[in-house]
Every structure is written in structure tokens, then in C-alpha cells.
């Protein structure tokens, strides 16, 4: 049994649509271009550190903007979906005894509405979130000692290169999903264990990783 945690964004909820546009309203407030669907398309083949480096805003306005972002997002948060496919990945992985979280750079309390809106909060055990875009391997690797889980069990599921960063930054197994925002090439450039297209094969994904550790 392994314990499956996954970011938020792009992983679990469809939140490329509505961050997008939360995106674009703030552009002229923080001097930088709204961004269309054609340049999206580019964006979602570079890494994160590339896109803000095209994005030419000064690396310390970023966490105001993120901040900003997040409180924009909670307005919306009723509607944001998730991805199609995934509360049933995520039960199977349940109903197979796996123990399940959440890692994100968003707000808690937006992770909990939403995961109440779509009755999935008994799918998990616990929600971290840690305010840094490049910290997340920091944040996991508090978890893992708070709770005491062994980097043995534990496997990493995100859908950005940073993710998969993160994940190796601390040798934590990492899934990667092309479902979210980065495309599969750049993902599969940065050598996850797995890369998955679809929420139907995590299962089979997981218990791969299992498998090997054994
Ligand atoms: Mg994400």
C-alpha cells in the first residue's frame, strides 16, 4: 500500500481555465500581457522557471500575485470541476488501500471547498499547502515526517515539471499526469517514473511503483 499524494491544481480540479482567465484580469495591475489561447499552448511546453522568465515580472512581485490569485480563485471556487475521471481513479485507489493526499501551493480553504462541492473530502487524510512556487519539496518533505511516512510508500502525482522537480529533490517517486498543464513532451523530458495520459490508468501506475520498491 502506498500513500498517493497529489497536487491540486491541474491534477485533481480544472482549474486551467478559470486560473487563465483570474490570469488575464490581473494582468494590467501587475505590467504584464493577458496571455491567449495560441500563447497558452506555448507556455504549457516550457517549464515553470522559463514561463516567468518570458512573463517579465520581477521574480518578488510573484508571491503578491499568487496571493491575489487565490483569493480571486475562492470567488469561483463552486464552480470550478474536476477532471473528468479522476473521483473514480481516486476511489479505485481508495477502495484498493491507499492512503491519499493533497500537497498544493493553493489555499487550503480552497482545496477543502472544493473537495466538499464534489463530496470527495473522505478521499483523503490530509491537505498541506505551502505559499512557495519552487519550496515544494520542502513542504513534502515536512509532511513525511509530521506523519511519519516512510519515502518507501510514498509517491508524488502532479502535473508540471516543478512537481516532478520537487518529487526528485527529495528521491520521492513522482507520477506524472499530462491531463494538467504542462504537455507530455516537456514532462516526459524531465524523466518521471511514470507519465500517465488519463485518471484510468493511475491505479495500474501506483501499484507499478509499488511493485518495484518491493
Ligand atoms: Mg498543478
Not at 479505485?92 to 500537497?103: P, T
Amino acid at each position: 500500500m502506498s500513500v498517493v499524494i497529489f497536487d491540486f491544481d491541474g491534477t485533481i480540479a480544472d482549474t486551467l481555465e478559470p486560473l487563465l482567465a483570474i490570469a488575464n484580469q490581473l494582468a494590467a495591475e501587475f505590467h504584464y500581457s493577458p496571455i491567449t489561447v495560441n500563447e497558452l499552448k506555448q507556455l504549457q511546453q516550457l517549464d515553470t522557471r522559463e514561463i516567468i522568465r518570458q512573463s517579465n515580472i520581477p521574480l518578488l512581485k510573484i508571491p503578491f500575485l499568487l496571493r491575489r490569485i487565490k483569493t480571486e480563485l475562492n470567488q469561483q471556487i463552486a464552480e470550478v470541476q474536476p477532471i473528468e475521471w479522476i473521483p473514480e481513479a481516486l476511489s479505485a485507489l481508495k477502495e484498493h488501500h491507499h492512503s491519499l493526499g493533497i500537497v498544493t501551493s493553493n489555499s487550503e480553504e480552497n482545496v477543502a471547498a472544493f473537495l466538499a462541492s464534489h463530496h470527495l473530502t473522505p478521499l483523503f487524510d490530509f491537505i498541506k499547502s505551502g505559499t512557495t512556487i519552487f519550496g515544494k519539496h520542502r513542504v513534502i518533505r515536512r509532511l513525511l515526517n509530521q506523519r511519519k511516512i516512510s519515502l518507501d510508500t510514498a509517491i508524488y502525482v502532479g502535473d508540471e515539471t516543478r512537481d516532478i522537480e520537487s518529487a526528485k529533490a527529495i528521491n520521492m517517486r513522482i507520477i506524472a499526469v499530462s491531463w494538467g498543464f504542462n504537455d507530455y513532451d516537456v514532462l516526459e523530458q524531465y524523466q518521471p517514473d511514470q507519465l500517465i495520459e488519463q485518471p484510468q490508468a493511475l491505479l495500474a501506475a501506483v501499484e507499478n511503483l509499488g511493485l518495484l520498491c518491493e
